[in-house]
């Protein structure tokens, strides 16, 4: 029955995940064909100033409430979720203020039209109650509930893009996009937000907001100077190349972003049992999941860079292929970001969030800098290889915290990983090397996916 229980959470919990932001990667091909290379490269960067705006005008308070499951009692769970909800709808009312009055200097600085600002805001919100009501879910295991959220989303995103599209000439075509994204998102969230606040009937509670406080602000730092890790890039790419050139990285970007996703649903998965089976004290328990989650995303990112250049071939206009070789770049970004989830949560559960802010803000700030040096000598592959390098940074320094915060007991030492780490790293370069032999390539993906299967079906979990 438990292991049952635990699948069907998998189950539910990947497939909401995949619903709510495979959406873009699902519809890339159809969406890059009806906006152009400039026009997708504009909604590239407007949705990175968006995440922005979630991060910063929200404090990210969800983040906090996998901590409130382990600091109060269940009674408590649902006046908690209600507060940290409404400090977050005050900061972002107070700071959407601020835009509203600078809106011109503003436009004219993220080069983006004033209207844009308007559906950003508005998405951004949106965004946020919808990410609000998915960690809630996650963490209280109700992932059919998640499933049916992102599925509604999904499904009113899809439709609401294509009719307003169609409706509206070339050049600003984009607009279509950004509209449907903007209102499915409020359409669902700030219903959800208002449900959130009557059920809890808590507002202002000074307890709750200092303990969400200390634990939110490093984390929006850390959450801000991981976008800047991750899409520096593109806002840099778009200033020293042009819109174009952003639009063939984001487009290949966006494809590796399948895995990050699969990878986020997994992560979703394993880190409820992670906090409970810690706090319980059940290591032995802990560390079969957190094997199994090893095995399963190495092998899958394994077969996503053998697969690669023949599939994005289908996936992508010839437009696009010239930035097929720089995805197992990315894949490589994704990789030692999913190596990093083991010591970040480690930390979280320690309540470290300043020490996740630091390292993610010493990070991305190197990553700015190699950005700078990199896109000069090598354009898009600098870029990527740029964000690779600094992933790399940022696992050596979580890493070495850890170690001295668990002082021996530290569960995730280099042993653990490595020889995971190891055979993802030797399958990208024959990856390299084999590149015009596509059924050398294939050939191999398909005996590992026979493999995890087999291994899957023998101990009857996912993770």
Same mark, same amino acid.
């Given at each position: 029955?438990i292991?049952?229980?635990?699948?069907r959470i998998?189950?539910f919990?990947?497939?909401s995940?995949v619903?709510?932001?495979g959406?873009?990667?699902i519809?890339?091909?159809?969406f890059?064909r009806m906006l152009?290379t400039?026009?997708y490269?504009?909604?590239?960067?407007y949705?990175?100033?968006?995440?922005?705006?979630?991060i910063?005008?929200?404090?990210q308070t969800?983040g906090?409430?996998?901590?409130?499951k382990?600091?109060y009692p269940e009674a408590e769970?649902?006046?908690?979720?209600?507060?940290v909800?409404?400090l977050?709808?005050l900061v972002?009312?107070?700071?959407?203020?601020?835009?509203?009055v600078?809106?011109?200097?503003?436009?004219?600085?993220?080069k983006?039209?004033?209207?844009?600002?308007?559906?950003?805001?508005?998405?951004?919100?949106?965004?946020y109650c919808v990410?609000?009501?998915n960690?809630?879910?996650?963490?209280?295991f109700?992932?059919?509930?998640?499933m049916?959220?992102s599925?509604?989303?999904t499904?009113v995103? &899809? #439709?609401l893009?294509?009719v307003? /599209? =169609?409706? *509206?000439p070339?050049?600003i075509?984009?607009y279509? %996009?950004?509209?449907?994204?903007?209102?499915?998102?409020a &359409? #669902?969230?700030?219903?959800a937000? /208002? =449900?959130i *606040?009557l059920?809890?009937?808590?507002?202002?509670? %000074?307890?709750y907001?200092k303990?969400?406080?200390?634990?939110? #602000?490093?984390?929006?730092?850390?959450?801000l100077?991981?976008?800047?890790?991750?899409?520096?890039?593109q806002?840099?790419?778009?200033?020293?190349?042009?819109?174009?050139? #952003?639009?063939?990285y984001?487009?290949?970007w966006q494809f590796?972003?399948i895995?990050?996703?699969?990878?986020g649903?997994?992560?979703?998965?394993w880190?409820p049992?992670?906090?409970?089976?810690?706090?319980e004290?059940?290591q032995?328990?802990?560390?079969?999941?957190t094997?199994?989650f090893?095995?399963?995303?190495?092998i899958l990112?394994?077969?996503f860079?053998l697969?690669?250049?023949?599939v994005?071939?289908?996936?992508?206009?010839?437009d696009?292929w010239?930035?097929?070789?720089?995805i197992?770049?990315?894949?490589?970004?994704y990789?030692?970001?999913?190596?990093?989830?083991f010591?970040?949560?480690y930390?979280y559960?320690?309540?470290?969030t300043k020490?996740?802010?630091?390292?993610?803000i010493?990070?991305?700030?190197?990553n700015?800098?190699?950005?700078?040096?990199?896109?000069?000598?090598?354009?898009?592959?600098?870029?990527?290889l740029?964000t690779a390098?600094s992933?790399?940074?940022q696992?050596?320094?979580?890493h070495?915290?850890?170690?001295?915060?668990?002082r021996?007991?530290?569960p995730f030492?280099v042993k653990?990983?490595?020889?995971?780490?190891a055979g993802?790293?030797?399958?990208m370069v024959?990856?390299?090397l084999t590149q015009n032999?596509?059924?050398?390539?294939?050939?191999?993906?398909?005996v590992?996916?026979?493999?995890e299967l087999?291994?899957?079906?023998?101990?009857?979990?996912?993770i």
């Amino acid at each position: 029955m438990i292991m049952k229980r635990q699948n069907r959470i998998a189950f539910f919990n990947i497939l909401s995940v995949v619903l709510l932001n495979g959406i873009s990667i699902i519809t890339g091909p159809l969406f890059s064909r009806m906006l152009g290379t400039s026009g997708y490269g504009v909604l590239k960067i407007y949705n990175i100033w968006a995440s922005v705006v979630a991060i910063l005008f929200t404090l990210q308070t969800q983040g906090t409430l996998v901590n409130a499951k382990v600091e109060y009692p269940e009674a408590e769970q649902k006046r908690y979720q209600s507060s940290v909800l409404f400090l977050s709808v005050l900061v972002f009312l107070a700071c959407s203020a601020v835009i509203g009055v600078f809106i011109q200097p503003v436009s004219r600085l993220l080069k983006l039209e004033p209207l844009l600002i308007g559906f950003m805001l508005l998405q951004a919100f949106g965004t946020y109650c919808v990410g609000f009501l998915n960690t809630k879910y996650t963490y209280e295991f109700k992932a059919g509930r998640n499933m049916v959220m992102s599925l509604a989303v999904t499904l009113v995103n &899809l #439709v609401l893009s294509v009719v307003l /599209i =169609l409706q *509206l000439p070339q050049e600003i075509k984009y607009y279509g %996009r950004v509209a449907a994204i903007a209102t499915t998102y409020a &359409l #669902v969230g700030i219903p959800a937000c /208002i =449900l959130i *606040l009557l059920r809890g009937k808590t507002l202002i509670h %000074r307890e709750y907001w200092k303990f969400c406080v200390v634990l939110a #602000v490093p984390a929006v730092f850390h959450n801000l100077s991981d976008l800047v890790l991750g899409q520096s890039d593109q806002v840099m790419l778009q200033q020293m190349i042009d819109n174009s050139a #952003v639009g063939c990285y984001g487009y290949a970007w966006q494809f590796a972003n399948i895995l990050f996703i699969i990878f986020g649903a997994l992560n979703r998965t394993w880190c409820p049992f992670f906090f409970e089976e810690m706090k319980e004290g059940k290591q032995d328990a802990m560390m079969d999941k957190t094997r199994n989650f090893l095995e399963l995303f190495t092998i899958l990112a394994c077969g996503f860079i053998l697969l690669t250049p023949e599939v994005y071939h289908v996936y992508a206009r010839k437009d696009y292929w010239s930035s097929t070789g720089i995805i197992p770049l990315f894949v490589a970004s994704y990789y030692i970001n999913f190596l990093c989830t083991f010591p970040v949560n480690y930390e979280y559960y320690h309540k470290k969030t300043k020490v996740v802010a630091v390292v993610t803000i010493s990070s991305s700030l190197l990553n700015v800098a190699l950005n700078y040096m990199l896109i000069r000598m090598m354009g898009m592959a600098g870029a990527a290889l740029a964000t690779a390098l600094s992933h790399g940074v940022q696992l050596c320094l979580h890493h070495l915290y850890c170690r001295k915060l668990g002082r021996g007991s530290y569960p995730f030492p280099v042993k653990v990983w490595m020889k995971y780490a190891a055979g993802f790293f030797a399958v990208m370069v024959f990856v390299y090397l084999t590149q015009n032999t596509w059924l050398l390539r294939w050939s191999v993906g398909a005996v590992l996916g026979i493999f995890e299967l087999l291994r899957i079906k023998q101990r009857k979990v996912l993770i």
